[in-house]
C-alpha cells in the first residue's frame, strides 16, 4: 500500500523555467513532509522540508507548498538549472506518533533542457 | 562537516551467506536509520536506532536486524541472504531523537546476491 504517490514518473522543463513536482499522500497522521534529490550512484541528498503546520516553505530557488485538506503537496524549483536534472523523491513521516521512519513516493524524473 | 558514511560501497555475496553493512552518521547525529531500495519496491524502511536502542522497525523479516554502538555508529546485518536481498542499502541519520528533523543520507551500499 502506497502512503506517498507521485504519479508523474517523468518530467522536462526549459532552462529558466518553473519546475513544478508533485506528491500526494493518503495517511492523515503524516505531519512532516520532505523533498529530496538524487543522482546516480549517490544518496537522496535532502532539498527541503515543511511541517504540518505551515502551508508554504521557501529556501532560495526552492519553494515547498502542502494542501493538508487535498493531501497534496508540491515542489517548486525557479528558475530551473540543467544542474537540476536528477530524481526527485517526495517523503513524510509522522512524528506526532514518535515514528521518525519517512515513507517515500516512487520519485519523479525531472529534465531541465538547456 | 562531514556527511555520512557508508561501507563498503559495493558487495557481492552468495545464496545462504550472511552479510555486514556499516555506516558512520554525521557528527553529533545520534539516530540512525536504514533503507532498502530496489527497482520493484521503492525505499522502503529497515528500522532505527537511537542510543544504542532500537526504536522503530520496518515490516523486513527478522533476517534483517542491526545495532548502534555508543559513538552512534550503526551496523546491519542481513542473513541467510536471497536472491531478492539484492538492493541499495541506504543509512541515513538524524539529529538527537527528535522528531520531525530531516534524515541526511549516505551514498549507500550496493549488495549484489549471486
Known amino acids: 500500500d502506497q502512503q506517498v504517490k507521485q504519479n508523474s514518473p517523468s518530467l522536462s522543463v526549459q532552462e529558466g523555467r518553473i519546475s513544478i513536482l508533485n506528491c500526494d499522500y493518503t495517511n492523515s497522521m503524516f505531519d512532516y513532509f520532505l523533498w529530496y534529490k538524487k543522482y546516480p550512484a549517490e544518496g537522496p541528498t535532502f532539498l527541503i522540508s515543511?511541517?504540518?503546520?505551515?502551508d508554504k516553505n521557501e529556501d532560495g530557488r526552492f519553494t515547498v507548498f502542502l494542501n493538508k485538506s487535498a493531501k497534496h503537496l508540491s515542489l517548486h524549483i525557479v528558475p530551473s538549472q540543467p544542474g537540476d536534472s536528477a530524481v526527485y523523491f517526495c517523503a513524510a513521516s509522522a512524528g506526532r506518533t514518535g515514528a521518525n521512519n519517512l515513507f517515500f513516493g516512487t520519485g519523479t524524473r525531472l529534465t531541465v533542457i538547456p | 562537516k562531514a556527511g555520512v558514511t557508508q561501507t563498503p560501497r559495493y558487495l557481492i555475496k552468495t545464496r545462504g551467506q550472511q552479510v555486514t553493512l556499516s555506516c558512520s552518521p554525521i557528527s553529533g547525529h545520534r539516530s540512525v536509520s536504514w533503507y532498502q531500495q530496489t527497482p520493484g519496491q521503492g525505499l522502503q524502511f529497515l528500522f532505527e536506532y537511537f542510543s544504542e536502542t532500537q526504536r522503530n522497525k520496518g515490516n523486513f523479516p527478522g533476517r534483517f536486524s542491526g545495532r548502534q554502538f555508543s559513538n552512534s555508529r550503526s551496523e546491519m546485518n542481513v542473513s541467510t541472504l536471497e536472491l531478492g536481498d539484492s538492493a541499495l542499502y541506504l543509512c541515513?541519520?538524524?539529529?538527537?531523537?527528535?522528531?520531525?528533523?530531516?534524515?541526511?543520507f549516505g551514498d549507500g551500499t550496493r549488495l549484489s546476491i549471486l
Open positions: 541515513a541519520s538524524s539529529l538527537a531523537g527528535e522528531n520531525n528533523q530531516p534524515q541526511h
Open positions: 515543511i511541517s504540518s503546520i505551515k
